[in-house]
């Protein structure tokens, strides 16, 4: 079989492969688990389908912000339980309030991979929170039309690049059809998200059994990462502190294309969610109080996403802004040859030393220098709180 992958831009949103006429192409992983097309030039007969429907192949404009608000559920509950302020889940119950479907990524830590799913299929609660990873788009799109052409409200939520795929996969627009995609700054190599859970599960002799990436255990402001055993262990560190949190940060195991995106100004979604970063450039900054549970951004790109938006604001608090208090969120860069150069030679170390050897080999001394301010930092503040419930207890006597 003659056969060719593509990597460079590819998304990996799988539109050619549904797409394709002479059934000719497939997807395939790499070895960091990553989607590519993989083509049959046997069966191939050129009619170029596939270039004409890959969204990176497409001149892409930048959105049109119609509305840019901030905002948070008043249910404390949802929005603690939320990266941010729990404004997707007032979304995705309006939307299944309607009899309709919510489609969006949930951890499937059976097989270790992240993937799209129905909310026929699995809870709104496993679909919540950041998830720093490629997701399985699997059979989306396709089920995608038939609960659109059922008539049915559908929900897709995914990134701007799987977002911009849906559409030219449906190649029209559906008045039923809702799309929310978020600020993204790439998406890690699910193999390698794989290895750093098998580095745990050594470390900590047990099965993992749930994964947090954005518990609020230090407070919104301060990106965490919670991950629970089956011994009863628990593993809680800040983002500076963990060697996963690091990679990402550092755009050590990003997918190819996310080291020039092409989607970073051209949001085709009908709603853009975000944490709201640009909190400190209000008029009237939000007080510790407003945002210690968590801020959402929302940004509304066309007259379905406000109207939604009109939907849940009695069980939201949401406050109009001026477009300019989004800019933060949109400031991304692209990452450049010197941090595809550092992935690079990371995934190459990672070949012979493994997850954690070529994480040490490369930033231990900064892992470690920031793992002993973790600890310190932790321990002051379980100090400063025993002096403080002393004082309290001596101030009542």
Known sequence: ???????????????????????????????????????????????????????????????????????????????????????????????????????????????????????????????KRSKYLESDLRNTFFDTLGNLEKGRNVLFVGTPCQVSGLKKYLKKDYKNLITVDFVCGGVNSPRIFQDYLLYLEKKYSSKVVDVNFRPKVYGWLEHAIDIKFENKSQYTKDYLSDPFFQGFFRHL???????NCKFIDSHHSDIILADFWGY?????????????????????NSLKGENLIENIERDAFIKKISTSNADYNFKRNQYGQDELSNRNYFLNLRDSLGFKGAFKKMYGKDLLKSEIRFFMKKNLKKTNNIIRGFNETNNLK
């Open 1 to 127: 079989m003659n056969v060719s992958m593509i990597t460079s831009e590819c998304i990996g949103c799988s539109v050619c492969v549904v797409k394709c006429p002479q059934n000719a192409i497939r997807m395939k992983k790499n070895s960091y688990g990553f989607a590519y097309p993989e083509i049959d030039y046997e069966k191939c007969n050129d009619c170029s389908i596939c270039i004409k429907l890959c969204p990176t192949q497409a001149t892409l404009s930048k959105n049109e912000k119609i509305g840019t608000y901030y905002g948070w559920n008043l249910d404390d509950d949802e929005r603690i339980s939320s990266s941010s302020g729990g404004i997707f889940s007032l979304i995705a119950y309006n939307i299944i309030r309607s009899n309709g479907l919510v489609i969006g990524a949930a951890l499937d830590l059976t097989n270790r991979v992240l993937i799209h799913i129905t909310s026929d299929e699995t809870p709104i609660e496993n679909m």
């Open 280 to 300: 400190l450039q209000l008029n009237k900054p939000l007080s510790n109080i407003d945002i210690q549970n968590g801020v959402s951004l929302i940004v509304t």
């Open 253 to 259: 195991f990003l997918r190819e294309s996310c080291y």
